[in-house]
């Protein structure tokens, strides 16, 4: 039903014009409507949008006929098993079965309901009894969410099985602890209490002195300054110089010289027999299939040396996820070896970003929409890009998947010998579990968060009044919650450092249940107490804002090159398998990945042969040069492999 709030139409022609006049915005408010009439149709439109909000747990009672086919199979296939003794939701699922099993139309008068939320309780139990139907629905849906979270796992099931089973085997992680690699969480609890409170007194001092660098707090909230791009016409001038004197050729003749370097295409080894390819050209050429999003067929007749039944039984054979990761792991080796790559970085930091890519064609059946890149259907390959710009880890997920779950994926699962000491996102990162889990992982979680103002602070014990930081304080730790759970807060981090676990997988679990189990909580007031300690030195430390942000501006670079060639089929993902969408996003990086090795080795040459002239160009001046040019490659034409090395 309609409802009326008002007539403004009346209202409109008074208010326009205040800006042209010069009148006070304020003024002209009161002028033309009246500060009491407005509160007055604020209140009616926020009653009328109450009163038409969608009852979604109705709805979904609604659809009862289905829940009733489905729930006896269900339940008479699968034995479930909870953590919790005396689950009154395993119970419940006894009720359910019974009163399948007996056709039984009327429920018990008192069944399991102290599982259930209060939305859900206020359905089930009206006013004339409860109601069957309803009940039957809530707890069904109840066993989605736990199973979600790893909380109620099927006996015998890998997808939904228990929680503990993602973990080190109990004996092995007590070995760990006896041999003293894990601390003791009252040696934790002592060092982090003090750096916080030493912290805290030192920000504030600041802010209260309005000398925070390159930022203020005031009674108006924080405030940072952006950070500039630094315009250095001398440094645009070299790179110009610099890329000119490269020499144009082929991706072909790239790859081909890239291999000469590395042997990468002989990590490409045989899924039965672990030999390298006969032909390394027959094997680029399927790789580069994958890279430019051309396919094997429209590959086979560009590139005339080799037929489509030869190039099917290559990528078949050779080319799966392990090998691309090992062929990965020997360029960007090679990249963080080259002597002039070390201008860009020390080699121990990286950054993370999702680049979208529209699905088309048949890829539409299995891509997911995200608002943010439009109505259009897609996925993201998610990559992580080291301060030498080495992409050392890609994968796919999902255009409406959280990033920050994958955060921790590339940082633990990459194969190249780089170790990551520090690591950027953006706010899609930012989330406290990603900060206590890269602690508890020996990691520095450093993102750009972009509505750091309304980020809240957090304390340990008692609040102190702080003169400038005090509204910012949002809360205190929960320190209890972090004791109780220490053992298994350690147990989690050693599975995920010994590989039993992939972090992201882990991350899922946590939060995929609105009332979120005690690790869970320990886990996010450890990320609370991280988030707090990178904040302050965030908002007192520039050179630390700089660094992300130069971290991210480089695979934001990286991410144009990889456009670049993956630019067959209008850049689109037309594969309908995950297994191919991930050769889709793994063939492109590893393709970038050359041109970067490639680009890095002659950039040095031409360096050393202007040096050579006697010119002098510093280093600081080169760390603005970046290996990621492609004006000089030809990625399209003919795919012609040089007969010469």
Not at 284 to 293: E, G, H
Not at 536 to 564: F, V, Y
Request: charged residues 30%; glycine residues 6%.
């Amino acid at each position: 039903m309609r409802r009326e709030t008002g007539n403004l139409s009346e209202v409109k022609p008074r208010a326009e014009g205040w800006k042209e006049r010069g009148e006070d915005q304020v003024a002209a408010v009161e002028r033309a409507l009246g500060w009491e009439r407005l509160k007055t149709l604020i209140s009616e439109a926020e009653a009328a949008v109450a009163d038409t909000r969608p009852d979604n747990l109705g709805e979904i009672v609604e659809r009862y006929a289905s829940v009733r086919r489905m729930s006896p199979v269900i339940l008479g296939a699968f034995t479930f098993r909870s953590w919790k003794d005396n689950d009154p939701l395993l119970a419940a699922l006894d009720v359910v079965r019974e009163l399948h099993a007996s056709g039984a139309k009327k429920l018990p008068a008192h069944p399991p309901m102290n599982f259930l939320r209060s939305a859900w309780r206020k359905l089930v139990k009206p006013d004339a009894g409860i109601d069957r139907r309803a009940y039957e629905v809530a707890v069904m849906m109840a066993l989605r969410e736990r199973l979600q979270s790893g909380d109620v796992w099927v006996e015998g099931s890998r997808a939904f099985r228990a929680f503990d089973d993602f973990l080190l085997p109990r004996d092995v992680y007590e070995n760990r602890r006896k041999d003293g690699e894990l601390a003791s969480f009252e040696d934790w609890r002592a060092e982090k209490t003090k750096r916080l409170e030493i912290r805290l007194r030192e920000v504030d001092a600041l802010a209260a002195a309005g000398e925070l660098p390159e930022a203020s707090l005031t009674e108006e909230g924080l405030s940072i300054s952006p950070i500039r791009k630094n315009e250095n016409e001398v440094a645009d001038g070299i790179v110009r110089r610099l890329y000119a004197m490269l020499p144009r050729l082929r991706i072909t003749e790239l790859l081909a010289e890239v291999h000469a370097w590395t042997e990468f295409a002989n990590r490409f080894v045989h899924l039965r027999t672990g030999a390298p390819p006969d032909d390394a050209r027959a094997l680029m050429t399927a790789v580069l299939a994958d890279a430019t999003n051309l396919g094997l067929t429209r590959m086979a007749r560009s590139a005339d040396a080799f037929s489509h039944s030869r190039l099917l039984w290559i990528a078949e054979w050779h080319v799966r996820d392990e090998t691309y990761q090992a062929a990965l792991a020997c360029l960007v080796d090679a990249i963080h070896a080259g002597p002039f790559t070390r201008i860009w970085g020390d080699g121990d930091t990286s950054s993370s970003d999702g680049q979208f890519f529209r699905a088309g064609g048949h890829g539409e059946a299995r891509a997911d929409y995200n608002a943010k890149y439009g109505s259009e259907p897609g996925v993201k390959f998610y990559t992580h890009v080291s301060d030498r710009y080495a992409p050392f880890y890609s994968k796919v997920i999902a255009a409406n998947a959280s990033e920050a779950a994958h955060v921790l994926d590339g940082l633990m699962h990459h194969e190249s010998s780089i170790d990551i000491r520090e690591h950027y996102t953006d706010t899609a990162g930012a989330i406290d579990h990603v900060f206590g889990l890269c602690h508890l992982l020996g990691l520095r979680f450093a993102p750009r968060i972009r509505d750091l103002a309304d980020r809240r602070l957090y304390v340990v014990g008692a609040r102190t009044a702080y003169r400038a930081l005090d509204p910012l304080i949002g809360g205190t730790i929960d320190l209890r919650v972090i004791a109780d759970n220490w053992d298994e807060i350690l147990r989690l981090a050693a599975s995920i450092k010994a590989g039993t676990v992939a972090p992201s997988a882990i991350l899922r679990r946590l939060a995929a249940y609105p009332r979120q189990n005690a690790l869970a909580k320990a886990l996010k007031e450890i990320g609370r107490l991280e988030r707090t300690l990178f904040t302050l030195d965030w908002i007192s430390d520039p050179a630390l804002r700089r660094r992300t942000n130069a971290g991210l501006n480089k695979g934001e670079a990286r991410n144009a090159l990889a456009r670049a060639v993956f630019f067959h089929r209008l850049g689109e993902i037309r594969d309908r398998t995950f297994e191919n969408q991930r050769y889709r996003a793994s063939g492109p990086n590893l393709a970038v990945a050359a041109i970067i090795l490639w680009n890095s080795v002659y950039l040095g040459r031409a360096i050393d042969e202007l040096r050579s002239r006697g010119e002098n160009i510093p280093d600081d001046l080169l760390a603005h040069v970046a290996p990621l040019g492609w004006e000089h490659i030809a990625f399209n034409g003919d795919y012609v492999w040089p007969a010469d090395r």
